[in-house]
């Protein structure tokens, strides 16, 4: 079987990819490779035409290849809350929380994570044409095998923009270089409120694979909930996961950044989160009309994500 992410060097669906390398989806009798797949959107029509069978990636691209929630639904989260945050070049005059201050900014952002930040300058009242704001890829993203963060992060050092949206890994790749520093990160609080719960890291499968193998949805979603309890327990077991698969730069950092993620490690979806992620999909133009929980999520695996 295949699980497919978008970004392979990053802390946003990490509890999937330790689900593999910590053995747990092989102790569930599961024999799972990871594959990348850039941008989220051609993961979820990988998944939809077969050629994949989980996707680890933002709840909301699940609509852009299967409208209206029709053929795929939500296993279990594998974090909770919007999980990118915005990065300004260092030497840019601005606080914390400031959406205004990138009116007139060239700002980084993937196809997919770009649709959260879209909707958060909406809401803060900004229009990109009218006040400026260049918003898009960053060049050269687009290749294969690149980590968009880590991308972003030396576009930024490079001149080549002036900030960007991406995962953490990104972000403190940047912090730490000195170049970058923080201003949004919605997940704890910085910056507008409801851009917290707009969407979230999900594991998703189809309806397909449910009715024919609900053993393997299920081993799936207890390999997910072993790893995130793995690594909530002990965040340095995340540390031989990135040795194996990250740059050493960045093996360096998924440590700090699993133990900085680990509350959030939770695989139950609520029906409050799934009320906003409806909502945000509907803002953005991915969704007509309502969905149900029951549409949304896979509730029959529910049971499994307390790890009992």
Same mark, same amino acid.
């Given at each position: 079987?295949?699980?497919?992410?978008?970004?392979?060097?990053?802390?946003?669906?990490?509890?999937?990819?330790?689900?593999?390398?910590?053995?747990?989806?092989?102790?569930?009798?599961?024999?799972?490779?990871?594959?990348?797949?850039?941008?989220?959107?051609?993961?979820?029509? !990988?998944?939809?035409?077969?050629?994949?069978?989980?996707?680890?990636?933002?709840?909301?691209?699940?609509?852009?290849?299967?409208?209206?929630?029709?053929?795929?639904?939500?296993?279990?989260?594998?974090?909770?809350?919007?999980?990118?945050?915005?990065?300004?070049?260092?030497?840019?005059?601005?606080? @914390?929380?400031?959406?205004?201050?990138?009116?007139?900014?060239?700002?980084?952002?993937?196809?997919?994570?770009?649709?959260?930040?879209?909707?958060?300058?909406?809401?803060?009242?900004?229009?990109?044409?009218?006040? +400026?704001?260049?918003?898009?890829? &960053?060049?050269?993203?687009?290749?294969?095998?690149?980590?968009?963060?880590?991308?972003?992060?030396? !576009?930024?050092?490079? +001149?080549?923009?002036? +900030?960007?949206?991406?995962?953490?890994?990104?972000?403190? &790749?940047?912090?730490?270089?000195?170049?970058?520093?923080?201003?949004?990160?919605?997940?704890?609080?910085?910056?507008?409120?409801?851009?917290?719960?707009?969407?979230?890291?999900?594991?998703?499968?189809?309806?397909?694979?449910?009715?024919?193998? @609900?053993?393997?949805?299920?081993?799936? &979603?207890? !390999?997910?909930?072993?790893?995130? =309890?793995?690594?909530?327990?002990?965040?340095?077991?995340?540390?031989?996961?990135?040795?194996?698969?990250? @740059?050493?730069?960045?093996?360096?950092?998924?440590?700090?950044? &699993?133990?900085?993620?680990?509350?959030?490690?939770?695989?139950?979806?609520?029906?409050?989160?799934?009320?906003?992620?409806?909502?945000?999909?509907?803002?953005?133009?991915?969704?007509?009309?309502?969905?149900?929980?029951?549409?949304?999520? !896979?509730?029959?695996?529910?049971?499994?994500?307390? +790890? =009992?």
């Amino acid at each position: 079987m295949r699980i497919a992410v978008p970004d392979l060097v990053s802390n946003s669906y990490f509890p999937s990819v330790a689900a593999i390398e910590l053995g747990f989806f092989q102790k569930q009798g599961m024999d799972v490779e990871l594959d990348m797949v850039f941008p989220v959107g051609r993961a979820m029509e !990988a998944l939809r035409d077969g050629r994949i069978d989980f996707v680890a990636g933002p709840a909301h691209a699940t609509l852009s290849a299967f409208p209206g929630w029709q053929g795929a639904t939500l296993l279990a989260a594998l974090a909770q809350h919007t999980f990118w945050l915005l990065v300004l070049r260092s030497s840019l005059e601005v606080s @914390p929380g400031d959406v205004s201050a990138l009116k007139g900014l060239r700002i980084g952002a993937a196809p997919g994570p770009d649709a959260a930040l879209r909707r958060l300058l909406a809401e803060a009242g900004i229009d990109p044409a009218r006040d +400026g704001v260049e918003l898009g890829p &960053v060049p050269g993203s687009g290749a294969a095998g690149v980590s968009f963060g880590i991308h972003a992060a030396q !576009a930024l050092e490079d +001149g080549v923009i002036d +900030g960007f949206w991406a995962n953490a890994m990104g972000a403190e &790749v940047a912090v730490q270089s000195g170049v970058g520093k923080v201003v949004l990160d919605p997940r704890r609080g910085v910056g507008p409120s409801a851009a917290r719960d707009y969407t979230f890291a999900a594991l998703v499968t189809t309806g397909r694979l449910i009715e024919d193998s @609900p053993d393997k949805a299920e081993g799936a &979603v207890r !390999a997910v909930v072993e790893a995130q =309890q793995t690594l909530r327990a002990d965040p340095s077991r995340a540390v031989g996961i990135g040795q194996r698969l990250f @740059p050493d730069g960045e093996a360096a950092l998924i440590e700090s950044l &699993v133990r900085r993620d680990a509350p959030y490690y939770s695989a139950a979806i609520s029906p409050d989160s799934v009320a906003s992620l409806n909502d945000f999909c509907r803002n953005i133009g991915l969704l007509n009309g309502d969905a149900s929980y029951e549409q949304v999520v !896979a509730t029959q695996f529910s049971h499994l994500w307390s +790890g =009992q």
